[in-house]
């Protein structure tokens, strides 16, 4: 499941990602979200948020994420994600020379930190 983070800073679009996430919550929350901001915004930036209860993500979940992320390369100003999950923080070693902005990768316990770093 994803949902959106409310209370952060306006100029940045949280995802709180929990269980398993689906390609149907990428098609029904994340991507709409994501155009919707462009059409306000030419670059965003993003907290994603895979928290203590996130279980994975479905293929369709991962085809959808890779569409998003390569439809829209230019697009990005600034990504945090937040996960203890050691296989997400590989994950995201194994394609940092296909994202195309600032990222950092932050502890849940660093989360506010996260937040910040984001937003600046």
């Given at each position: 499941?994803?949902?959106l983070?409310?209370?952060?800073?306006?100029?940045v679009?949280?995802?709180?990602a929990s269980?398993?996430?689906?390609?149907?919550d990428?098609?029904?929350?994340?991507?709409?979200?994501?155009?919707?901001?462009?059409?306000?915004?030419?670059k965003?930036?993003?907290?994603y948020?895979?928290?203590p209860?996130?279980?994975?993500?479905?293929?369709?979940?991962?085809?959808?994420?890779?569409?998003?992320?390569?439809?829209?390369?230019?697009?990005?100003q600034?990504?945090?994600?937040?996960?203890?999950?050691?296989?997400?923080?590989?994950?995201?070693?194994?394609?940092?020379?296909?994202?195309?902005?600032?990222f950092?990768?932050f502890?849940?316990?660093?989360?506010?930190?996260?937040?910040?770093w984001?937003?600046s």
């Amino acid at each position: 499941m994803i949902e959106l983070i409310e209370n952060i800073p306006a100029n940045v679009l949280g995802f709180e990602a929990s269980e398993q996430v689906t390609a149907n919550d990428y098609e029904t929350v994340l991507i709409p979200a994501v155009e919707t901001r462009l059409k306000q915004h030419d670059k965003i930036r993003m907290l994603y948020h895979l928290g203590p209860t996130f279980s994975g993500f479905t293929s369709g979940a991962m085809w959808d994420d890779a569409k998003l992320g390569l439809g829209h390369r230019k697009s990005w100003q600034k990504i945090a994600i937040v996960t203890d999950l050691d296989w997400i923080k590989s994950a995201i070693g194994l394609f940092e020379f296909i994202i195309p902005c600032p990222f950092k990768v932050f502890a849940n316990s660093q989360y506010a930190n996260a937040i910040s770093w984001v937003a600046s």
